[in-house]
């Protein structure tokens, strides 16, 4: 069964720093590229992070630039996401999510699999 | 960036009914449209890439049609398991890569 499962969540002070990790299983990491979406309660899905499978590409959301760093590393079959500088608009559940290329139009990307989420409370 | 904006926000329908949730572009994304389920506490999961075609194991009775700025997830009879919000997103134009607002579909 392919399967992402985060881990790293916390409760963190503002101007404090957490590092989030989504394990893999059931495919191989090292083909896909991987993307970070945080979704805060009761609200919608933002995109934060994309890194391609070689991370020679990586990009982010302007919330985020400067302040985040996408990562992975295929010998441990884990994406990361080392966050710095946090505030509280940051609270949000973080989901690691598989992009997918849609073959019939050419077009990059959507995500075809989800991680349950890891909470992330950013409060003093 | 590519705003989406999904209507309505909330959709009460019976069971056994259709149920037609809307996601219209702020300007033309072709096909490049996908569709997400979000059951409470759970992952959203993949329904319709390219607009409209659907993703593996999901049921018959979700479609998806449109192109340019006009979407449309229909659920042709709607079943108590379906209940939860829908989401759209756009991989025409990124990064940033964007999605609704969500439609929340709850049952009559």
């Known amino acids: 069964e392919e399967k992402l499962v985060e881990s790293g969540g916390g409760l963190v002070q503002p101007g404090g720093s957490l590092r989030l990790a989504c394990r893999v299983s059931?495919?191989?990491?090292?083909?896909?590229?991987m993307s970070w979406v945080r979704q805060v309660t009761g609200k919608g899905l933002e995109w934060l992070a994309y890194?391609?499978?070689?991370?020679?590409?990586?990009y982010y959301a302007d919330s985020v630039r400067g302040r985040f760093t996408i990562s992975r590393d295929h010998a441990k079959d884990s994406l990361f996401l080392q966050m710095n500088s946090l505030r509280a608009e940051d609270t949000a559940v973080y989901h690691c999510?598989?992009?997918?290329?849609?073959?019939?139009?050419?077009?990059?990307?959507?995500?075809?699999?989800w991680g349950q989420g890891t909470l992330v409370s950013v409060s003093s | 960036e590519t705003v989406l904006t999904q209507s309505p926000a909330t959709l009460s329908v019976s069971p056994g009914e259709r149920a037609t949730l809307s996601c219209r572009a702020g300007?033309?994304?072709?096909?490049?449209l996908a569709w997400y389920q979000q059951k409470p506490g759970q992952a959203p999961r993949l329904l319709i890439h390219?607009?409209?075609t659907r993703a593996t194991g999901i049921p018959a009775r979700f479609s998806g049609s449109g192109s340019g700025t006009e979407f449309t997830l229909t659920i042709s009879s709607l079943q108590s398991e379906d209940i939860g919000v829908y989401y759209c997103?756009?991989?025409?134009?990124?990064?940033?890569?964007?999605f609704g607002q969500g439609t929340k579909v709850e049952i009559k």
């Open positions: 300007h033309s994304i072709s096909t490049n």
């Open positions: 890194i391609s499978s070689s991370s020679a590409t990586i």
């Open positions: 997103q756009q991989y025409n134009d990124w990064p940033p890569w964007t």
């Open positions: 999510a598989r992009c997918q290329y849609d073959v019939d139009s050419g077009s990059y990307y959507f995500f075809d699999l």
């Open positions: 059931g495919f191989g990491l090292s083909s896909y590229s």
């Open positions: 390219g607009a409209s």
